[in-house]
Protein backbone atom coordinates (compact mmCIF):
# COMPACT_ATOMS: atom_id res chain seq x y z
CA UNK A 1 0.00 0.00 0.00
CA UNK A 2 0.62 3.56 -0.63
CA UNK A 3 2.20 6.09 2.19
CA UNK A 4 2.90 9.53 2.68
CA UNK A 5 5.59 10.95 5.12
CA UNK A 6 6.30 14.42 5.98
CA UNK A 7 9.18 15.75 7.85
CA UNK A 8 9.47 17.08 10.64
CA UNK A 9 5.67 17.46 11.91
CA UNK A 10 6.42 20.72 14.01
CA UNK A 11 9.55 23.07 13.61
CA UNK A 12 10.07 26.82 15.17
CA UNK A 13 12.66 28.90 13.14
CA UNK A 14 13.75 32.40 13.56
CA UNK A 15 12.86 34.61 10.82
CA UNK A 16 15.80 35.13 8.22
CA UNK A 17 17.01 31.30 8.74
CA UNK A 18 16.72 28.59 6.06
CA UNK A 19 14.29 25.75 5.81
CA UNK A 20 13.96 22.61 4.49
CA UNK A 21 11.13 20.36 4.57
CA UNK A 22 10.93 16.92 2.96
CA UNK A 23 8.07 14.91 1.73
CA UNK A 24 8.48 11.32 0.42
CA UNK A 25 6.17 8.58 -1.05
CA UNK A 26 5.77 4.45 -0.82
CA UNK A 27 4.66 2.53 -2.69
CA UNK A 28 3.85 3.69 -5.91
CA UNK A 29 5.71 5.01 -9.26
CA UNK A 30 5.59 8.40 -10.86
CA UNK A 31 3.56 10.22 -8.94
CA UNK A 32 2.49 13.51 -9.43
CA UNK A 33 3.63 15.53 -5.98
CA UNK A 34 2.07 18.41 -4.68
CA UNK A 35 3.14 21.27 -1.69
CA UNK A 36 0.18 23.19 -0.24
CA UNK A 37 0.06 26.01 2.54
CA UNK A 38 -2.67 26.12 5.29
CA UNK A 39 -2.76 29.38 7.06
CA UNK A 40 -5.08 29.66 9.83
CA UNK A 41 -8.48 29.53 9.26
CA UNK A 42 -7.69 29.47 5.47
CA UNK A 43 -8.34 27.18 2.68
CA UNK A 44 -5.21 25.41 0.82
CA UNK A 45 -3.13 27.32 -1.17
CA UNK A 46 -1.05 24.93 -3.77
CA UNK A 47 2.72 26.42 -3.92
CA UNK A 48 4.08 23.87 -5.78
CA UNK A 49 3.47 20.75 -8.17
CA UNK A 50 5.48 18.43 -10.29
CA UNK A 51 5.23 15.58 -12.40
CA UNK A 52 8.37 14.06 -12.77
CA UNK A 53 11.80 14.50 -11.44
CA UNK A 54 13.19 17.97 -11.61
CA UNK A 55 9.81 19.07 -12.79
CA UNK A 56 8.28 22.05 -10.54
CA UNK A 57 5.55 24.09 -11.39
CA UNK A 58 5.44 27.08 -9.44
CA UNK A 59 1.61 28.50 -8.57
CA UNK A 60 2.48 31.51 -6.39
CA UNK A 61 5.81 34.12 -6.43
CA UNK A 62 7.06 34.11 -2.99
CA UNK A 63 9.95 33.25 -0.49
CA UNK A 64 10.03 29.55 -1.16
CA UNK A 65 11.15 27.07 -3.67
CA UNK A 66 10.69 23.00 -4.53
CA UNK A 67 12.90 20.63 -5.73
CA UNK A 68 12.48 16.98 -6.87
CA UNK A 69 15.32 15.18 -6.69
CA UNK A 70 14.33 11.43 -6.91
CA UNK A 71 10.88 10.22 -8.35
CA UNK A 72 9.07 10.00 -5.23
CA UNK A 73 11.00 12.52 -2.80
CA UNK A 74 9.98 16.61 -3.24
CA UNK A 75 11.64 19.30 -0.66
CA UNK A 76 9.97 22.86 0.17
CA UNK A 77 12.79 25.20 0.98
CA UNK A 78 13.96 29.15 1.67
CA UNK A 79 17.23 30.59 1.68
CA UNK A 80 15.40 32.92 4.44
CA UNK A 81 12.13 32.97 6.02
CA UNK A 82 9.50 35.33 6.80
CA UNK A 83 6.91 35.42 9.30
CA UNK A 84 3.90 35.28 6.60
CA UNK A 85 5.86 31.78 5.96
CA UNK A 86 4.39 30.65 8.85
CA UNK A 87 1.79 27.85 8.29
CA UNK A 88 0.75 24.62 8.02
CA UNK A 89 2.22 22.89 5.30
CA UNK A 90 0.88 19.75 3.37
CA UNK A 91 2.56 17.50 0.69
CA UNK A 92 0.20 15.31 -1.08
CA UNK A 93 0.72 12.83 -4.21
CA UNK A 94 -1.76 11.72 -7.02
CA UNK A 95 -1.42 9.34 -10.08
CA UNK A 96 -2.98 9.01 -13.83
CA UNK A 97 -6.11 10.11 -14.45
CA UNK A 98 -8.66 13.20 -14.02
CA UNK A 99 -10.80 10.35 -11.52
CA UNK A 100 -7.55 9.54 -9.05
CA UNK A 101 -8.07 11.50 -5.54
CA UNK A 102 -4.88 13.26 -3.91
CA UNK A 103 -3.24 11.82 -1.08
CA UNK A 104 -1.83 14.08 1.97
CA UNK A 105 0.37 13.58 4.39
CA UNK A 106 0.02 14.06 8.11
CA UNK A 107 1.48 18.20 7.84
CA UNK A 108 4.10 20.17 9.37
CA UNK A 109 3.74 22.69 11.25
CA UNK A 110 6.21 25.89 10.68
CA UNK A 111 6.38 28.93 13.27
CA UNK A 112 8.29 31.96 12.37
CA UNK A 113 9.38 33.84 15.36
CA UNK B 1 -11.83 29.94 -15.09
CA UNK B 2 -12.02 26.94 -13.23
CA UNK B 3 -13.13 27.48 -9.05
CA UNK B 4 -14.62 26.08 -6.39
CA UNK B 5 -16.81 28.08 -3.82
CA UNK B 6 -18.04 26.84 -0.42
CA UNK B 7 -20.34 29.71 0.69
CA UNK B 8 -20.35 28.33 4.75
CA UNK B 9 -16.86 28.95 6.50
CA UNK B 10 -18.67 27.49 9.29
CA UNK B 11 -21.81 25.41 10.71
CA UNK B 12 -23.13 24.11 13.82
CA UNK B 13 -25.68 21.18 14.30
CA UNK B 14 -26.84 19.57 17.46
CA UNK B 15 -25.37 15.84 17.63
CA UNK B 16 -27.82 13.61 15.54
CA UNK B 17 -29.71 16.24 13.35
CA UNK B 18 -28.91 16.06 9.34
CA UNK B 19 -26.16 18.34 7.72
CA UNK B 20 -26.00 19.65 3.73
CA UNK B 21 -22.77 21.57 3.27
CA UNK B 22 -22.64 23.57 0.01
CA UNK B 23 -20.62 23.29 -2.69
CA UNK B 24 -20.40 25.26 -5.62
CA UNK B 25 -17.84 24.60 -8.93
CA UNK B 26 -16.86 26.57 -12.06
CA UNK B 27 -15.15 23.90 -14.80
CA UNK B 28 -15.27 24.41 -18.58
CA UNK B 29 -15.31 20.41 -19.04
CA UNK B 30 -16.35 16.86 -16.95
CA UNK B 31 -15.76 18.21 -14.00
CA UNK B 32 -13.67 15.70 -11.48
CA UNK B 33 -15.03 16.20 -7.57
CA UNK B 34 -14.09 15.34 -3.90
CA UNK B 35 -14.67 16.03 -0.86
CA UNK B 36 -11.98 15.55 1.84
CA UNK B 37 -11.94 16.02 5.67
CA UNK B 38 -9.73 17.20 7.90
CA UNK B 39 -9.47 16.99 11.72
CA UNK B 40 -6.95 19.33 13.65
CA UNK B 41 -3.90 19.51 13.04
CA UNK B 42 -3.87 16.57 10.59
CA UNK B 43 -3.90 15.77 6.97
CA UNK B 44 -7.28 15.56 4.39
CA UNK B 45 -8.73 12.33 4.25
CA UNK B 46 -11.14 11.69 1.15
CA UNK B 47 -14.33 11.39 2.16
CA UNK B 48 -16.18 10.43 -1.60
CA UNK B 49 -15.46 11.12 -5.31
CA UNK B 50 -17.27 11.93 -8.71
CA UNK B 51 -16.62 11.28 -11.55
CA UNK B 52 -19.28 9.69 -13.73
CA UNK B 53 -21.82 7.57 -13.66
CA UNK B 54 -24.55 7.49 -10.90
CA UNK B 55 -25.08 10.92 -9.64
CA UNK B 56 -25.64 10.50 -5.80
CA UNK B 57 -22.22 9.19 -4.59
CA UNK B 58 -21.71 7.24 -1.07
CA UNK B 59 -18.59 8.00 0.83
CA UNK B 60 -16.89 6.81 3.99
CA UNK B 61 -18.27 7.70 7.68
CA UNK B 62 -21.99 7.79 6.11
CA UNK B 63 -21.78 10.22 3.88
CA UNK B 64 -23.00 11.13 0.62
CA UNK B 65 -22.67 13.41 -1.96
CA UNK B 66 -24.93 14.75 -4.91
CA UNK B 67 -24.03 15.90 -8.07
CA UNK B 68 -26.04 18.55 -10.11
CA UNK B 69 -24.59 19.47 -13.53
CA UNK B 70 -27.74 21.94 -13.96
CA UNK B 71 -26.91 24.23 -10.73
CA UNK B 72 -22.87 23.19 -10.64
CA UNK B 73 -23.16 21.93 -7.10
CA UNK B 74 -21.66 18.90 -5.58
CA UNK B 75 -23.71 19.09 -1.94
CA UNK B 76 -22.03 17.07 0.61
CA UNK B 77 -24.97 15.44 3.11
CA UNK B 78 -25.21 13.08 6.17
CA UNK B 79 -28.58 12.13 7.86
CA UNK B 80 -27.48 11.98 11.37
CA UNK B 81 -24.19 13.98 12.77
CA UNK B 82 -21.72 12.32 15.41
CA UNK B 83 -19.73 14.38 17.60
CA UNK B 84 -16.77 13.02 15.90
CA UNK B 85 -17.85 14.73 12.67
CA UNK B 86 -16.73 17.73 13.73
CA UNK B 87 -13.49 19.02 11.50
CA UNK B 88 -13.03 20.79 7.97
CA UNK B 89 -14.56 19.96 4.92
CA UNK B 90 -13.33 21.02 1.95
CA UNK B 91 -14.11 20.86 -1.79
CA UNK B 92 -12.63 20.32 -4.66
CA UNK B 93 -12.22 19.58 -8.66
CA UNK B 94 -9.59 18.25 -10.56
CA UNK B 95 -7.93 20.27 -13.60
CA UNK B 96 -5.40 18.42 -15.82
CA UNK B 97 -2.48 18.36 -12.62
CA UNK B 98 -4.33 20.45 -10.49
CA UNK B 99 -6.74 20.30 -7.74
CA UNK B 100 -8.83 23.19 -6.75
CA UNK B 101 -10.15 23.82 -3.28
CA UNK B 102 -12.62 25.49 -1.80
CA UNK B 103 -11.67 27.80 1.51
CA UNK B 104 -13.45 24.93 3.75
CA UNK B 105 -16.63 24.41 5.74
CA UNK B 106 -15.73 23.85 9.39
CA UNK B 107 -18.34 22.32 11.13
CA UNK B 108 -19.32 22.06 14.84
CA UNK B 109 -21.18 19.89 16.78
CA UNK B 110 -23.03 20.20 19.83
CA UNK B 111 -23.95 17.52 22.45
Known amino acids: SQTIHQWPATLVQPVGSPLSLECTVE??????LYWYRQAAGRGLQLLFY??????ISSEVPQNLSASRPQDRQFILSSKKLLLSDSGFYLC????????????FGPGTRLTVL | AQSVTQPDIHITVSEGASLELRCNYS??????LFWYVQSPGQGLQLLLK??????LVQGIKGFEAEFKRSQSSFNLRKPSVHWSDAAEYFC?????????FGTGTRLKVLA
Open chain 1, 92 to 103: AWSVGGKDNEQF
Open chain 1, 27 to 32: GTSNPN
Open chain 1, 50 to 55: SVGIGQ
Open chain 2, 27 to 32: YGATPY
Open chain 2, 50 to 55: YFSGDT
Open chain 2, 92 to 100: AVRGTYKYI
